[in-house]
């Protein structure tokens, strides 16, 4: 909590800055600029006057002058002069109280005289807060690819006159010493406020008081904006943002007229230039290709810290509420999403005023947890003119958490042979030290003491040896990887817990077990909706009044505690309208439950066969598929990594009261950033009927995998009867097989749904049955994507829509012509199958007993 005193002070800072928000705004004679090591200073490239050093250190250095001038120097000044200190230095500058500023170092680690600058290990303290730790200049600027590097840090207000620098050599290494280049302290307003913390609902941050590092600035879809054209004299570098765009959805940039003017309004101009707001990028004309991907911007952080997010948009070509309207997520979680997804026309109340957006979200420190990912797609449930979204502009800051800023050195990992340019490791590779912006600043992770106010966490950093890269964070337990094989019963307590991550279990929330009784009376069981391979799944009521529906281990099921671990682990990081939401979990006294939202029309396969409710039309069934494989396109491309369901079927497709399909259970998922081989080694596992015939014979599980069981899914849609069937005659067994055999004999209509007869027009059903057929390819990369599966599967829907093609929709601003276009694009490879293959019929065929898993 914050003292009263404290309090004050903030008070006083904000009404300075709401009041008179320019006058804080720095002068030429308010910043001080050195050129660290130069006897007379000078005059940078943009004209600024730089001054010696001199006067502000008296601590025992040495002033030396690089040997060589790298000609990507944009000035000599300040770069080609150094300070370096071989024991601990100081600097002592003025400064105002209760004024924020831009502290800015610049480090050019070329070759000095005497001194070998890879032996330079050192940390950089500011009044008791740790900027840099075991900092190395030379490995950062070749983890960038950069001769220089700076780092910009943001300075709360102080209650101190005196601003002191103390640089300090590692003690770890011989011959360490410290140095700098540059020094430039800039006085700026108060450029931050309160923001909604990104996974907890109604919490936020205040920012007024953080210390801050800046990571990346972006001109989203603009060109790069040097200091000196930046607003009000804040002198920030914005760089394009295409290096940070993931994948090949890159969207489409948009550009303001020349005559349009930036109305600020109520905003400060210093919040951003109008070049910012002048360019953009958004999804595209096309509202089904915008359905269907999320534009994502990917960057590499330091873990265990928090971050601020700050989003800025300007609308120059839509002048009214509901045009277009998006959802923002962040690491794959909602940020800005219906009922309040993000309108910039409804936040400015016109066309042409900018605005911004803060997010703050916390960064684990686990291996795979240091990215930071941006996302935006259409909100098609606040039903909007246009299916798009729009970003002008896109800055992130490192919070300082227990007086650090500290991160690790970056690691300099050699390219990898053959490396295309569109390989996400050559894209997305050191974000966080590219364009000169950042740099990696080494050291421990840290401790975010401010969330102790709202509850949260309290992180610590770990002590680490320095030039160690390893930084596993000590405020949480280190577990060992869940077991393989693994029952529900456990000896002792249960300790499946342990192996779930802090970060999983704080997405989620946890519930007793009495809370569980409490919503199932006691796991009664005329509350159970359905029996899986974990156990039954109960309807219960929580909380007086959600629905939802509760999954319990069942102790003599061959799945266990890694199942468990395992879709506590996936779907609390994931959130999209076709995946099943996890709500929380319960582990206690040997029970082990799941619970999640409630889907009140059950499982696919509850209305296709063996059922008293109504038959689905064939649009029905076509916008189910629709929706599983939209949520199936979401695990593979679209999430952190490539995540394979591995368990694709009927009954794990849900449907809620509205027919939204739903993909579900996760226990079985394998996901992973090493797929360079383009797939994950790992034993069989999965539904029989629904496996992948090469996945079992290999043993080598890809996304294609996930291809081949939806491809018996689509065919048990079309035919309604089960996917293994040993009541039938052998060669009828498998569904796949007997689909794909009538295919090939020209009889599939004798075998399709007697419901459906006649109620399909040949070109869809055709369009349909081939799209189902490539998936069920025996070869994993003749199958297509899921990409081209939905593509596929909206166009046979336009076919039912409209039978002579054309699109009915009237939210895409594109053409129809070029969506026809898209949308008629092959599935897959043209290459036929072999059709002397025998493997899936050897695999299924003789099975007799389909338990699944």
């Known amino acids: 909590m914050f003292t009263n005193t404290l309090f004050v002070s903030y008070l006083v800072c904000l009404i300075v800055v709401f009041f008179n928000p320019i006058d804080v705004v720095l002068s030429g004679d308010e910043s001080i600029l050195l050129s660290c090591g130069s006897k007379d200073g000078g005059t940078d490239s943009d004209g600024r006057k730089w001054e010696s050093d001199a006067k502000y250190t008296s601590s025992e250095s040495k002033m030396t002058k690089a040997t060589n001038q790298d000609s990507s120097l944009p000035s000599t000044i300040p770069y080609m002069t150094a300070r370096v200190f071989t024991k601990e230095g100081t600097y002592n500058l003025s400064v105002k109280k209760n004024q924020r500023y831009w502290l800015r170092f610049y480090f050019y680690p070329a070759t000095y005289p005497d001194l070998n600058i890879t032996n330079s290990y050192f940390s950089l303290d500011v009044n008791g807060i740790t900027l840099l730790n075991n900092f190395s200049a030379s490995i950062t600027a070749q983890a960038a690819g950069q001769a220089f590097i700076f780092e910009e840090y943001s300075l709360a207000p102080m209650d101190s006159d005196n601003l002191e620098l103390t640089f300090k050599p590692s003690d770890k290494y011989p011959g360490s010493f410290a140095f700098i280049n540059g020094i430039e302290l800039v006085p700026i307003p108060d450029l931050f406020d309160k923001a909604p913390l990104v996974g907890f609902s109604d919490q936020t941050m205040e920012m007024q008081s953080s210390n801050m590092q800046t990571m990346f600035r972006l001109n989203v879809a603009g060109q790069y904006i040097p200091p000196k054209a930046d607003s009000d004299g804040l002198m920030r570098t914005w760089y394009n943002d295409q290096t940070y765009i993931w994948g090949a959805g890159i969207g489409a940039n948009i550009e303001a007229d020349d005559n349009t003017t930036i109305n600020y309004k109520d905003l400060p101009s210093y919040v951003a230039p109008p070049d910012v707001y002048m360019t953009a990028r958004s999804m595209g004309p096309d509202a089904h290709v915008n359905l269907d991907y999320n534009l994502t911007w990917i960057f590499d952080i330091d873990g265990n810290f928090t971050y601020l997010v700050r989003l800025h948009f300007c609308e120059f ?64 449930e606040s039903k909007p003119q246009y299916y798009d979204s729009i970003l002008n502009g896109l800055e992130v800051f ?81 577990y060992g990887h869940s077991h393989t094989g693994s029952k529900s019963t456990i000896s002792g307590k249960s300790n499946a817990s342990s192996h779930i991550s802090a970060m999983a279990q704080g997405l989620c929330r946890r519930f007793s077990l009495p809370e569980i009784k409490h919503a199932t009376k006691n796991f009664d069981d005329s509350y159970v909706i359905g029996v899986g391979g974990f156990g039954k799944v109960y309807k219960g009521v929580l909380d007086n009044k959600i629905k939802v529906a509760i999954k319990r281990s069942n102790p003599s099921s061959e799945q266990g505690v890694n199942e468990f671990c395992t879709e506590i682990e996936m779907l609390s990081k994931l959130r999209h309208k076709h995946l099943v939401s996890l709500i929380g979990f319960c582990e206690e006294d040997n029970e082990m439950c799941l619970v999640y939202d409630y889907m009140a029309l059950g499982t696919l396969r509850e209305h296709l066969y063996n059922t008293k409710k109504p038959t689905l039309s064939w649009k029905q069934r076509l916008e189910i598929c629709i929706g599983a494989a939209r949520g199936l396109h979401y695990l593979h491309t679209g999430a952190k990594y490539t995540i394979i369901h591995r368990d694709v079927k009927t009954t794990n497709i849900l449907l809620d009261e509205n027919w939204v399909a739903k993909v579900s259970d996760f226990g079985l998922s394998k996901t992973g950033p090493n797929m360079e081989n383009g797939h994950v080694s790992t034993v069989v596992k999965g539904s029989f009927g629904y496996l992948d015939p090469e996945y079992f014979r290999r043993q080598q599980l890809t996304e294609k995998s996930d291809i081949y069981s939806f491809g018996v899914v689509l065919f048990e849609v079309l035919c309604a009867r089960p996917a293994l069937n040993p009541s039938l005659p052998k060669e009828q067994v498998s569904l796949a097989d007997w689909a794909l055999h009538c295919k090939k004999k020209g009889v599939l209509e004798d075998i399709i749904d007697p419901d459906l007869k006649g109620k399909i027009s040949q070109e869809c059903l055709n369009k349909f049955v081939d799209t189902a057929e490539k998936c069920l390819s025996e070869v994993g990369y003749e199958r297509p994507s899921m990409g081209d599966v939905l593509w596929n599967l909206e166009f046979a829907l336009q076919l039912v829509e409209s039978p002579d093609g054309a699109s009915t929709s009237d939210r895409s601003y594109g053409s129809e012509e070029a969506l026809l276009n898209r949308n008629n694009r092959s599935v897959g490879s043209e290459r036929e199958t072999n059709e002397g293959s025998e493997g899936s019929s050897v695999i299924f065929s003789q099975i007799v007993n389909p338990t699944g898993r």
């Not at 910039?344 to 605005?355: D, F, L, Q, R, S």
């Not at 950042?438 to 106010?453: E, R, V």
């Open 317 to 380: 070509v839509m002048d009214s509420v509901n045009q277009r309207v998006f959802n923002i997520y962040i690491n794959n979680q909602s940020a800005q999403v219906y009922p309040d997804a993000a309108d910039v026309i409804a936040w400015t109340k016109e066309k042409n005023v900018p605005t911004y957006r803060d997010y703050v979200i916390v960064i684990d420190d686990k291996l795979g947890d240091k990215e930071l990912r941006v996302a935006m797609s259409p909100s098609p």
């Open 398 to 478: 490192k919070i300082e958490g227990g007086k650090n800023l500290a991160g690790p050195n970056p690691k300099i990992e050699a390219a990898p042979p053959n490396a295309g340019s569109n390989s996400k490791s050559s894209q997305n590779k050191d974000h966080k030290t590219n364009m000169n912006v950042i740099g990696g600043a080494a050291g421990g992770a840290a401790a975010f003491g401010l969330l102790a106010a709202l509850c949260i966490v309290v992180y610590q950093r770990k002590k680490r040896v320095p030039g160690s890269e390893s930084h596993t964070s000590s405020w949480l337990p280190i």
